[in-house]
């Protein structure tokens, strides 16, 4: 019993980490779209973003029971995480991804008002709100069941460590993602590791769809298993610390743009 605490207690360390990086990523973006606004309505469109990406982000938790139970949504998931976090890996290892946002900004804001700006912050919410609920459901679905019972359309556990990590979302985005941010320029290939990560976590839900009751390419109780468990912690562990000592997080001479 203990080691299955254990279990939940570490994946819900590493969800809470997660959530922390996707928080920065989404204040940085948020900063980016609102840049071009005067610094009133700047703080003001922010403001506005940080509120819808409460709501959006709250509401995601209602949607655990859909994406727990039915494979195709698990599927939807999975191949979105996978691509989501390999578009921007890929981009990154082109050096296209930092140049690629600030040109679309100047050609997408500029010259837009209050509003439309405040719009698009939205659909950026809306889109990390989805990435957010979708790491969390992946990660919590490979833990083994609790004796807590069902909850939520899911294993009582699972369901708390998903709402934790949701809880945790919100409440970095709120206070502590300036301190990601802050981390992120200090060490910028963290955010290419948190991506990383996003599509390993991709791959995890890929492994519980294929094991789904009504398709069972593999084994049921495989994504469950002491091997596959041991296999993804150690993958998801040495992502984690490449990125960490990445040279990139090594001060450049021209200085951190």
Sequence with gaps: MESLWLEYAWALLI??????????????????????????????????GIIMAFVFRFAALFAISFIANVWQVQAIGAAYLLYLGLKHIIQAR????????????????????FWPTVGKIALADLAFAIDSILAAVALALGLPDSPLGDFGGMDGGQFIVVVLGGIAGLVLIKYAATWFVKLLGQRPALETTAYAIVAWVGVKLAVITLAHEDIRILDPHFPHSTGWTLVFYAVLIAIALLGWFAPSNKPSKAGHA
């Design 94 to 113: 082109l050096g296209k991804k930092h140049e690629n946002i600030h040109k679309d900004v100047k050609q997408e804001a500029s010259g837009k008002g």
């Design 15 to 48: 969800l809470i980490g997660l959530e922390g990086l996707l928080s920065a990523d989404n204040a940085l973006v948020l900063a980016v779209i609102a840049k071009h606004l005067p610094d009133e309505q700047k703080n003001r469109a922010i403001n506005y």
